[in-house]
């Protein structure tokens, strides 16, 4: 079992940074590859970024392509996404995600998700 914890999340005006962290504890962190996805109000949740279990590989989504980075720290147990020049759109819950492989679209299949953390972009 592994617990995700996500904190970062808040408020921010168009064009500012977020840098969301999600913490894990529980079985071993650099054993699974990590995602972010989020869900905006009265969407479906959707793929934002990815990285691999060493931090090798990394993919966005095109809709933050240039925007956003995943990093992670093994031996702090922490993913990582920081948020740059952020848009009215990117307004939505972040969630992160552990995975056995290695996977960047919507339809991974997630071992485990963390509770969530809200980004709200003002225009």
């Known amino acids: 079992q592994v617990q995700l914890v996500e904190s970062g999340g808040g408020l921010v005006q168009a064009g500012g940074s977020l840098r969301l962290s999600c913490a894990a504890s529980g079985r071993t962190f650099s054993n699974y590859a990590m995602d972010w996805f989020r869900q905006a109000p009265g969407k479906e949740r959707e793929f934002v970024a990815a990285?691999?279990?060493?931090?090798?590989?990394?993919h966005y989504a095109d809709s933050v392509k240039g925007r956003f980075t995943i990093s992670r720290d093994n031996a702090k147990n922490t993913v990582y996404l920081q948020m740059n020049s952020l848009k009215p759109e990117d307004t939505a819950v972040y969630y992160c995600a552990a995975l056995n492989y290695y996977c960047s679209n919507s339809g991974c299949s997630v071992l485990y998700w963390g509770q969530g953390t809200q980004v709200t972009v003002s225009s």
């Open positions: 990285i691999s279990w060493s931090g090798s590989r990394t």
